[in-house]
Nanobody
Framework: QVQLVESGGGLVQAGGSLRLSCAAS????????MGWFRQAPGKEHEFVAA????????EYADSVKGRFTISRDNAKNTVNLQMNSLKPEETAVYYC???????????????WGQGTQVTVSS
C-alpha cells in the first residue's frame, strides 16, 4: 500500500503557472511509476502525465506537451507537476496515482490521492 497526498492547487489566471506536489508514504516509493490525472466537472478522468520509477522516462497527454513537466524525487518521496501557460479549460481536480507498472489509463493505477483543485480564471 502507498498513501498519496496532493498539494499546490489553487486559483490562477489564464497563462499563469502552478506547481503541484504529491507526497507518498507507505511502501518504497521508488517501486512505483507515478501518474497525474485530472477530472473536470461532469467529465471523465483524463490522463495528464506519467513518469517511471527512476524518473528517466516520461509521457504526456498531447494537450499539455511543452507546457507541463512531471518530475520526481525518490529521496523525498515526492512527484511534482509543473504547469505553465494554464488555460481555463484545464480547471479540474488533479489527482496523483501510483502503480508498479503505470501507464496512461486510469485503470492501470492502484493507488490514488484525494485530489487538489486547480481553477484557471479567464
Amino acid at each position: 500500500q502507498v498513501q498519496l497526498v496532493e498539494s499546490g492547487g489553487g486559483l490562477v489566471q489564464a497563462g499563469g503557472s502552478l506547481r503541484l506536489s504529491c507526497a507518498a508514504s507507505g511502501q518504497t516509493f521508488s517501486k512505483y511509476a507515478m501518474g497525474w490525472f485530472r477530472q473536470a466537472p461532469g467529465k471523465e478522468h483524463e490522463f495528464v502525465a506519467a513518469i517511471n520509477w527512476s524518473g528517466d522516462s516520461t509521457e504526456y497527454a498531447d494537450s499539455v506537451k511543452g507546457r507541463f513537466t512531471i518530475s520526481r524525487d525518490n529521496a523525498k518521496n515526492t512527484v511534482n507537476l509543473q504547469m505553465n501557460s494554464l488555460k481555463p479549460e484545464e480547471t479540474a481536480v488533479y489527482y496523483c496515482a501510483a502503480d508498479t507498472e503505470g501507464g496512461t489509463e486510469r485503470y492501470e493505477y492502484d493507488f490514488w490521492g484525494q485530489g487538489t483543485q486547480v481553477t484557471v480564471s479567464s
